[in-house]
């Protein structure tokens, strides 16, 4: 469009200066033409003037004039038209050749003037000398009179010398005879003289050519006159082709014109309708701040009579609709503000912006929706932020966009830690593929999945989640999101894990207290019936023994009882769980007795767990019982206690240097009322591991046995550390 | 017998060019020398009127004492009487100022014809030492601060500059044309103008070969002449000066020397003294002078004195412009 505007202004530029040479051309053409009717009417003029010259000059010489008058007029003429015709008009040089045979020429008339002159007085006073002498001396008269018959008229273009003869005679005159007869015939001698200097002056003065030099200047200046006449004609033969160009121009030029007005007025269309579109009020300013296009959105808001005229009523308009603003458009350039419109409780952002061509754009945007939108937003965002439900919201390729806070307290990662990772990270290994597999059907169905999961925390604890994912979908039915809600189930799971612990432990309890109950009820029963019958026989070695079996079963009872309240004590609820500094808990147990003060050995540093202490005394009690229980006799008994960091939480390993266990019994050792020895040589209720397997549990961990028959066991206990609960 | 001459010469030259036969010379003029002054046409008033002015006005010459008119007084014949004029300072020049009147008619100003035209004429006596003796820039200053200025913005359409001062003095000079002399009437045919003596001067004025060089409507003026065809030698008493040279001092050719332009005797009988040198004081004496120095005789007293009455009809005193 600018390379077209270029080429239109320059065929323009061009056609003005065509136009210019046209009018130059002709000017100077007619210019020409008069002055060359001028030159040539001057060159004419020349010869004319020359020839009457020449004409008049004979005539005076002739005596047929008797004046010189006409000769000065025509020399003066020929000079002011020689000098009036100067080198420019003639051509230079032209006349240079003509020039000095004219100089010469009237510098010639004038010696023909002088001694034509002199013959015309001569001629003049002869006959009046004569006549005088002949009334005074008519003798000496006569031969004069024929001499000046013979003598005749001047023939000015004669050639020959036609008094020749006379000399003689009027030599003999001029000697003899009167004094005044004399003087006449020296008079005749002056006139024939005179005669002959008057011929030589006539073929000097027309020996002097002009008039070939005229004529060859005026030949020379019809040749150029020609050749420039030429040179015209070819110039305007190109001028009229490059006119003919122009036209061509013109018409491309005007159909260019329509194409681009169409063109414009389709752009104005489209701007207008683009405009009209908009939701915001728009207006355009110029740069001389005339508002030059509006919408009707602009309409809308500005109604009525009220004309916009200018970027300086914009504000008034604004005023008048009851939108105050803030800041409002007063100044002339970017700007930005609120407004707000009380009456319709309507908010409103203008903005304007200057233009490229210094003109400036402003647009008015009714944002109220807007507002209400975010501000229902901002209450979603906290109801999701503050949810006690871990939330993570993922995009189609399952990489994560946000999670909220709950998910990092729960997890212990931050939201950066995890944006645009997948969830995956999160999985254990703990849970079967099968599991994820099913997931991933369901969601890529576009269904509502959920289930359980075992995850692992950033601290590496396993924690388990209940988990609620759903696809979210754009209104193509495209799945753009997916949404994970997550609750932390771990605490639910371990109690419902107890629960049902309790159930069993119950049902075995009854059977066994049942059962071992039965036993020392029973030998109390048959011993008391026996002790009846003693009594009765007056037995007394054989009641003091019956007596002693009475006591024996009672304290076995005793023992039972004992034993089923410390179980029962271990399934204490969690929330009661303070840090508890394990350290404490193996010395308080260690100072119990001298025997375990001197076998328990802390070799590392214990750490402080969240827990009941009564329960990790009973714990680390019963343990430590164990050991002395099951010790060898030869050797020296040795608890050596360890604890290091391990999957998120702490393991603690507590070895001895007892008996051992054989392996195949390593996994029932840990059900209630299981023992492996005699009652008689290692007393008990084989409650102990049980007890200390369900406080493991209550505390969220786990326990577990090595051991090597004969050199010693190891009670491994893992419990989740006190930050991570 | 010189009308058979005449007439010989005419059927000669009427075959030799046939247009020159019916010239209103030749065939209607009659045959006198003399014609009559015309006015010339085409003199612009304007200009003629600034020309005046000019003429008039001393601020063309270097201490504002001597104008044109100082030495071309117009109403004593448009010369001074004197024998050479008196310039600025009281410095005298060499040669006798000679009439203003007719000089258009003149082939060449001056007595030597150094100027072609009347404008080329004013540049002399402006820069002559012994006349005006200033120079043009200084004149053309004068007249920018004058009232000239606007005389000039109308006439010419310009500032005065020289080409402008000489063509509205030339202007002027153009329209001191004595028209109306008794002559002039007689040769129209007013017989009764002359009387009978006046007739018979003019008669002699052309059998003495006068009118060979004193002819035309000016009387003279249309051609340059050898002073003394009869007597050589100067005509100056103490002995010839350079400008007695004549129009050799403008030609350069021997021919030339002692050649003076003829002037006109229109006004003869009002600018003595005579010649260029000023030294003849009468009339009488002059005619003589011319018939010795011309004709090589001495001019008998009566017809001296019948010229000399010719001579006086040429010129009409009581119509010359007065200042």
């Known amino acids: 469009m600018n390379a077209w505007f270029r080429h239109s202004l320059m065929a323009f530029v061009a056609a003005i200066a065509t136009a210019g040479a046209f009018a130059l051309l002709s000017d100077a053409t007619s210019s020409d033409a008069r002055q060359h009717a001028a030159t040539v009417a001057a060159f004419d003029s020349l010869s004319r003037v020359e020839t009457s010259l020449d004409r008049d000059l004979l005539k005076v010489t002739a005596s047929l004039l008797p004046h010189n008058d006409t000769l000065v007029e025509y020399a003066a003429e020929l000079r002011s038209q020689l000098a009036g015709m100067g080198p420019g008009e003639v051509g230079r040089g032209a006349l240079d050749d003509y020039r000095p045979g004219i100089d010469a020429k009237l510098a010639a008339v004038e010696q023909v003037k002088a001694v034509a002159a002199f013959v015309r007085m001569e001629a003049a006073y002869l006959p009046f000398a004569i006549d005088t002498l002949v009334a005074s001396n008519p003798r000496a008269a006569a031969p004069l009179q024929r001499a000046l018959l013979r003598l005749g008229p001047f023939q000015p273009l004669g050639n020959s010398d036609d008094s020749a003869d006379l000399d003689p005679l009027l030599a003999r005159l001029g000697e003899g005879g009167g004094a005044e007869a004399r003087t006449i015939a020296r008079h005749m001698q002056v006139l024939t003289e005179q005669r002959r200097l008057l011929r030589q002056a006539i073929s000097a003065y027309f020996a002097i050519d002009c008039q070939s030099a005229l004529a060859a200047a005026r030949s020379r200046y019809m040749a150029a006159f020609a050749e420039r006449q030429e040179r015209g004609l070819l110039f305007l033969h190109a001028l009229q082709v490059l006119a003919l160009g122009l036209f061509g121009g013109l018409g491309w030029t005007i159909s260019r014109l329509g194409d681009a007005h169409h063109a414009a007025e389709g752009t104005r269309r489209r701007l207008s309708d683009a405009v009209d579109s908009l939701r915001e009020a728009f207006a355009l300013f110029d740069y001389d701040q005339r508002l030059v296009v509006r919408n009707r959105v602009f309409d809308d808001l500005f109604p009525g009579p009220l004309a916009i005229a200018g970027f300086a009523d914009l504000h008034a308009a604004m005023a008048a609709q009851g939108m105050t603003a803030a800041g409002g458009p007063k100044a002339w350039g970017a700007d930005e503000a609120v407004c707000h419109q009380t009456a319709t409780d309507r908010w409103y952002l203008f903005r304007s912006q200057p233009t490229a061509e210094g003109g400036l754009v402003c647009l008015l945007t009714d944002f109220t929706e807007h507002q209400r939108v975010e501000a229902q937003m901002r209450k979603l965002t906290a109801a999701v932020e503050q949810s006690p439900i871990s939330v993570v919201i993922t995009d189609a390729e399952a990489a994560i966009e946000y999670v909220n806070p709950r998910f990092t307290e729960q997890t212990g990662y931050l939201a950066d830690e995890v944006a645009g990772r997948n969830p995956r990270m999160l999985q254990s290994g703990q849970v079967a593929r099968e599991t994820y597999d099913e997931m991933w059907r369901t969601l890529s169905a576009g269904l509502t999945w959920r289930g359980e999961l075992i995850n692992r925390k950033k601290s590496g604890e396993l924690y388990w989640e209940s988990a609620v994912i759903s696809p979210v979908r754009d209104t193509g039915g495209r799945i753009t999101n997916f949404i994970a809600m997550k609750e932390d189930v771990t605490l639910q799971k371990r109690n419902a894990d107890l629960l049902i612990d309790a159930n069993v432990d119950n049902e075995r309890m009854l059977f066994a207290a049942s059962h071992d109950l039965q036993e020392p009820v029973r030998t109390v029963l048959t011993y008391c019936q026996k002790l009846e019958r003693q009594i009765a026989a007056a037995d007394a070695e054989g009641m003091r023994e019956s007596l002693a079996f009475i006591g024996e079963g009672a304290r076995q009872t005793s023992l039972l009882i004992q034993g089923l309240t410390a179980y029962g004590r271990s399934s204490r609820p969690a929330a009661a769980f303070v840090p508890v500094e394990c350290e404490r808990v193996v010395r308080t147990v260690a100072a119990r007795s001298d025997e375990a003060a001197a076998a328990v050995r802390i070799a590392t540093t214990l750490p402080s767990v969240l827990g009941d202490p009564v329960l990790l005394v009973m714990l680390f009690q019963n343990l430590v019982d164990n050991a002395m229980k099951f010790r060898r006799p030869d050797t020296p008994l040795e608890i050596r206690i360890t604890a290091r960091a391990e999957d998120g939480g702490w393991r603690i390993d507590v070895a001895d240097n007892g008996i051992g266990i054989e392996h195949q019994y390593l996994d029932g050792i840990l059900t209630p009322f299981s023992r492996l020895h005699p009652r008689a040589t290692h007393p008990g209720a084989g409650l102990g591991l049980a007890s200390c397997l369900k406080i493991a549990k209550v505390h969220g961990g786990r326990l577990w046995l090595d051991s090597e028959p004969g050199q010693g066991t190891t009670v491994h206990l893992w419990l989740p550390s006190a930050l991570s609960v | ?323």
């Open chain 2, 1 to 323: 017998m010189r009308g058979l001459v005449a007439m010989a010469m005419a059927t000669a030259v009427a075959v030799l060019s046939p247009r020159a036969a019916f010239t209103a010379d030749a065939v209607a003029g009659g045959h006198e020398p003399i014609r009559p002054l015309m006015a010339i046409a085409g003199v612009d008033p304007a200009k003629a009127e600034l020309g005046r002015r000019l003429f008039h006005d001393p601020m063309l010459s270097r201490d504002g004492t001597v104008s044109c008119a100082s030495c071309h007084v117009l109403d004593r014949g448009g010369s001074d009487g004197r024998p050479v004029s008196m310039g600025i300072d009281g410095r005298v020049g060499i040669v006798n100022a000679p009439t203003v009147y007719n000089a258009a008619f003149n082939l060449a100003q001056f007595w030597d014809g150094r100027a072609m035209t009347l404008e080329d004429q004013v540049n002399g006596p402006l820069t002559n030492a012994a006349e005006m003796g200033t120079d043009w820039p200084t004149v053309l200053e004068r007249l920018a601060r004058s009232p000239y200025a606007a005389a000039f913005r109308t006439v010419f359409g310009a500032e005065p500059d020289a080409p402008a001062v000489r063509a509205a003095i030339a202007a002027f000079e153009r329209t001191l044309i004595t028209t109306g002399s008794r002559f002039d009437r007689w040769l129209g045919g007013e017989a009764e103008a002359l009387s009978a003596s006046e007739k018979a001067g003019y008669a002699l004025f052309k059998s003495y070969g006068c009118a060979s060089c004193h002819q035309g409507a000016a009387v003279g003026g249309n051609m340059f002449q050898r002073l003394g065809f009869f007597a050589s030698g100067g005509i100056r008493a103490g002995g010839p000066l350079p400008a007695d040279l004549g129009r050799f001092n403008v030609t350069g050719r021997p021919a030339d020397r002692n050649v003076f332009k003829v002037p006109s005797l229109r006004l003869v009988t009002l600018t003595p003294p005579y010649f260029h040198t000023g030294e003849v004081a009468t009339l009488d004496e002059a005619i003589r002078l011319m018939g010795r120095l011309q004709l090589g005789r001495d001019i008998p007293d009566r017809d001296v004195a019948l010229i000399a009455a010719f001579l006086g009809t040429l010129v009409d005193p009581a119509a010359l412009a007065t200042p």
